[in-house]
């Protein structure tokens, strides 16, 4: 007898790059083992923001192929990420009338609870994505975790709730509705990737997770447990790219060449031996020289912005100096070298990069500073989704039943956006 188990899918869209995760869950003890992944280039997206609809539809189609051609099974749904500046995270506070006489909590209270707190709290044009809460008061007694089965006649909660403009959210949902693939649940993708970089020690010491993408930069500060505070910023290494581009004089192809392979976490600052360093770069039948000083002040300059702009976000949350276990940080950036020792220099924080904690695999080569939060998304996936009826492995459906979605996706594209 086989043992059931389902797909578990994140889809994180970014602006450089969509990436697809997938998982094998099993109910019976609740594990999960990353069984396929992959990337295709994005399309579409602007500072983490629908820009073009059709083009973020190829991307997403894209990468199921890919995946779907591993697995040799046609997927059905999936968790995907919601980014921009828009993502807004905000404290909120509310109170239940148990009724009298007094009687246990249960979690209807619980959840009515935290939909009245939120509701009195968030603009109409704004969705839940989700709702955190801190500690409970019952009956006058407070900094309870866990109200569950607790008796009495009134129950108040303080949390945070993490929200998106409703227009970004059925952006989103359509796009996922022209792939044909149902859409459980969506999330930040720094919200998304805590869950699998962070410890629970991390998380109740106090940390802040800065995933520095390419058009935007997510932080998370989480402290006793729980997400305390959350922003996007819109700066990342995308424009690191266009100031080489424009101070280098290159095309950004190749601008993102020299970001990527001489790219340095540095503010510039150099010895006088140091000052007439160059860097050759091969292009096409040509060899490009650039002044490494000329390189390093424009990917500091830039750099040092973004820093100044998470240290912001770190004293607007209040918890600046509240963070013993410092900051981790994910996100193609962070793959810079030096990025590390420039964290601790502008922060004032211990700092360190992300890695995956106790996620199982059967693939190898997942870079776990940009797939962190596709990673993160396929566990958000495991709590939200529903059970398959196919069985753990599926043997004979080849590869041709996931080409056949990219084989129909053009014409249904076409039909759903005439107008």
Request: net charge negative; proline share 4%; glycine share 10%.
């Given at each position: 007898m086989q043992e059931k188990a389902r797909y578990v899918v994140g889809v994180d869209i970014g602006t450089t790059a969509t990436r697809c995760v997938v998982g094998q869950f099993y109910d019976e003890d609740?594990?999960?083992?990353?069984?396929?992944?992959?990337?295709?280039?994005?399309?579409?997206?602007?500072?983490?923001?629908v820009s073009q609809m059709t083009a973020v539809a190829q991307s997403v189609d894209d990468v199921l192929v890919k995946v779907e051609s591993l697995l040799g099974h046609r997927l059905d749904?999936?968790?995907?990420?919601?980014?921009?500046?828009d993502i807004l995270g905000q404290p909120v506070s509310g109170m239940v009338?148990?009724?009298?006489?007094?009687?246990?909590?249960?979690?209807?209270?619980?959840?009515?609870?935290?939909h009245n707190a939120a509701v009195g709290m968030v603009p109409e044009n704004r969705k839940i994505l989700e709702t955190v809460s801190h500690q409970f008061t019952v009956n006058g007694q407070g900094g309870v975790k866990d109200p569950i089965d607790?008796?009495?006649?009134?129950?108040?909660?303080?949390?945070?709730?993490?929200?998106?403009?409703?227009?970004?959210?059925?952006?989103?949902?359509?796009?996922?509705?022209?792939?044909?693939?149902?859409?459980?649940?969506?999330?930040?993708?720094?919200l998304a990737a805590a869950r699998v970089v962070?410890?629970?020690?991390?998380?109740?010491?106090?940390?802040?997770?800065?995933?520095?993408?390419?058009a935007t930069t997510g932080v998370a500060i989480f402290e006793g447990g729980d997400l305390q505070y959350l922003s996007v910023i819109p700066l990342g290494g995308e424009?690191?790219?266009?100031?080489?581009?424009?101070?280098?004089?290159?095309?950004?192809?190749?601008?993102?060449?020299?970001?990527?392979?001489?790219?340095?976490?540095?503010?510039g600052i150099y010895d006088e031996d140091d000052e007439d360093s160059v860097v050759e770069i091969k292009d096409g039948n040509q060899t490009l020289t650039f002044s490494r000083q000329e390189i390093d002040e424009i990917i500091g300059a830039r750099l040092e912005e973004i820093f100044e702009r998470i240290a912001k976000e770190l004293k607007k949350s209040g918890l600046a100096r509240r963070l013993p276990s410092g900051t981790v940080l994910i996100g193609g950036v962070s793959h810079m070298t030096?990025?590390?020792?420039?964290?601790?220099?502008?922060l004032k924080l211990a700092a360190r990069l992300g890695q995956l904690k106790d996620v199982e695999s059967v693939i190898d080569g997942i870079d776990e500073?940009?797939?962190?939060?596709?990673?993160?998304?396929?566990?958000?996936?495991?709590?939200?989704?529903?059970?398959?009826?196919?069985?753990?492995?599926?043997?004979?459906?080849?590869?041709?039943?996931?080409?056949?979605?990219?084989?129909?996706?053009f014409h249904n594209l076409i039909d759903r956006f005439k107008p």
């Open positions: 609740d594990s999960i083992t990353i069984v396929a992944a992959n990337e295709v280039p994005g399309g579409g997206m602007r500072k983490g923001v749904s999936a968790s995907a990420s919601i980014n921009g500046a009338v148990l009724g009298a006489p007094e009687r246990a909590v249960e979690e209807a209270d619980i959840q009515r609870l935290e607790m008796v009495g006649s009134r129950l108040e909660m303080k949390g945070y709730v993490v929200s998106a403009l409703q227009p970004h959210v059925t952006t989103i949902e359509k796009t996922f509705d022209t792939v044909e693939l149902a859409l459980n649940s969506l999330a930040p993708p720094v962070l410890t629970p020690q991390q998380r109740d010491n106090g940390v802040a997770l800065i995933d520095i993408g390419a424009q690191i790219t266009n100031d080489l581009a424009v101070g280098l004089q290159v095309e950004p192809s190749l601008a993102e060449r020299i970001k990527r392979e001489q790219g340095y976490a540095t503010l030096g990025i590390v020792e420039l964290a601790k220099s502008q500073l940009t797939f962190a939060g596709a990673v993160g998304l396929m566990m958000v996936d495991s709590q939200v989704g529903q059970y398959s009826d196919e069985p753990a492995t599926h043997g004979g459906q080849v590869a041709s039943e996931a080409l056949g979605r990219a084989r129909g996706f």
